[in-house]
């Protein structure tokens, strides 16, 4: 599949992500509202985190020729969301709490800043 497209149905993935996981993450826990947008937030993160692992490297070194230090945050995102599926299912809040938020900030706030280095898009888009 071409890389802009890939892109492209990232970027439509994982920018809702930002705003959805910020406010379940800051709203009262399970309400109704939650729970819905929790289910929105993990299917949204999951298909981004899928789509990026058929995106090549574009910055830095390359394992097989495609996997960048980056693509370490979609095999993050892969683990984390079953394993704070299965943490809620059980009534462990504790640990769903913990991988909820290390998935955000892994996930969304810091993979989201290395988008924002240079020979990026993002960095050509802001940056020009």
Do not use: D, Q
Not at 47 to 57: H, K
Not at 59 to 64: D, E, I, K, P, S
Request: aromatic share 16%.
């Amino acid at each position: 599949m071409n890389y802009e497209y890939l892109m492209y149905a990232h970027l439509v993935t994982v920018v809702p992500c930002i705003f959805i996981g910020a406010y379940v993450l800051s709203a009262r826990k399970g309400t109704l509202i939650h729970r819905k947008l929790g289910k929105v937030y993990i299917i949204l993160i999951l298909f981004t985190a899928i789509v990026t692992l058929f995106m090549p490297a574009a910055v830095g070194a390359r394992l097989l020729n495609h996997f960048g230090w980056i693509h370490l945050f979609s095999f993050l995102t892969l683990w984390t969301v079953p394993t704070a599926y299965t943490a809620i299912r059980k009534g462990n809040l504790k640990a769903h709490k913990r991988k909820m938020i290390l998935l955000y900030f892994g996930a969304i706030v810091i993979a989201g800043g290395f988008t924002l280095a240079p020979g990026r898009y993002l960095h050509e888009l802001f940056f020009g």
